[in-house]
């Protein structure tokens, strides 16, 4: 279908995403995918994992093009994606994993706060919750390509930036999730893993 949404860096790293989710996903069974764009890491992920049900959500505007690579692909594990703004209502639905790729750095910072604040409602008591995208350290930009995106990002909207780790894993931690894995990806992003802890 040429109408459909397409999005080159999904196509480049969804292999490398996919090889490290295969481990850390590999006992999860109910995955929500939080920002899920044009909808082609989803069929990629869940046609590779079929134990796992792909659960695709993102605001309105998205849906659409995320129905036509889903229709396509016709895979029994992926439910039809729902609409999702973490300022608003959320699932009620329970799951054991989250994903979510290349979102922390557009969504405003008290939203990263609201997503992981919201966390604990909707996920099980040993919950994993995978970010992909790229990640400041100490303050700092781990490459010029990195300064350059987050300049581009700011001149989008003044709300956006890269997110430092140490303020992400504070946020999560505050929510109940300890940083369990931390992955090198390519194109200077990383994969991060934070495990709910167990009450």
Same mark, same amino acid.
């Given at each position: 279908?040429?109408?459909?949404?397409?999005?080159?860096?999904?196509?480049?790293?969804?292999?490398?995403?996919?090889? &490290?989710?295969?481990?850390?996903?590999?006992?999860?069974?109910? &995955?929500?995918?939080?920002?899920?764009?044009?909808?082609?890491?989803?069929?990629?992920?869940?046609?590779?994992?079929?134990?796992?049900?792909?659960?695709?959500?993102? *605001?309105?505007?998205?849906?659409?093009?995320?129905?036509?690579?889903?229709?396509?692909?016709?895979?029994?594990?992926?439910?039809?994606?729902?609409?999702?703004?973490? #300022?608003?209502?959320?699932?009620?639905? *329970?799951?054991?994993?989250?994903?979510?790729?290349?979102?922390?750095?557009?969504?405003?910072?008290?939203?990263?706060?609201?997503?992981?604040?919201?966390?604990?409602?909707? #996920?099980?008591?040993?919950?994993? &919750?995978?970010?992909?995208?790229?990640?400041?350290?100490?303050?700092?930009?781990?490459?010029?390509?990195?300064?350059?995106?987050? @300049?581009?990002?700011?001149?989008?909207?003044?709300?956006?930036?890269?997110?430092?780790?140490?303020? &992400?894993?504070?946020?999560?931690?505050?929510?109940?999730?300890?940083?369990?894995?931390?992955?090198?990806?390519?194109?200077?992003?990383?994969? @991060?893993?934070? *495990?709910?802890?167990?009450?």
């Amino acid at each position: 279908m040429s109408d459909k949404p397409y999005s080159a860096a999904s196509e480049r790293n969804r292999e490398p995403i996919l090889a &490290v989710l295969r481990e850390w996903f590999a006992d999860r069974r109910q &995955v929500l995918e939080i920002g899920s764009g044009t909808g082609q890491h989803a069929v990629h992920f869940a046609a590779a994992m079929p134990q796992l049900v792909w659960q695709c959500s993102d *605001r309105a505007g998205n849906l659409p093009g995320m129905r036509l690579w889903l229709d396509e692909a016709a895979l029994p594990n992926t439910p039809l994606p729902f609409e999702f703004d973490v #300022t608003g209502a959320w699932p009620a639905h *329970r799951y054991d994993a989250i994903f979510s790729a290349n979102t922390l750095h557009i969504m405003a910072w008290p939203e990263v706060e609201r997503l992981f604040a919201g966390l604990p409602a909707i #996920t099980s008591a040993d919950a994993a &919750v995978a970010v992909y995208g790229p990640f400041n350290v100490d303050g700092h930009f781990t490459s010029e390509s990195n300064a350059a995106f987050d @300049r581009d990002l700011k001149m989008r909207g003044a709300h956006m930036g890269i997110r430092d780790v140490a303020a &992400v894993d504070a946020v999560a931690a505050a929510a109940g999730f300890n940083l369990s894995e931390d992955v090198a990806m390519p194109a200077n992003n990383r994969l @991060r893993l934070w *495990r709910r802890r167990r009450a």
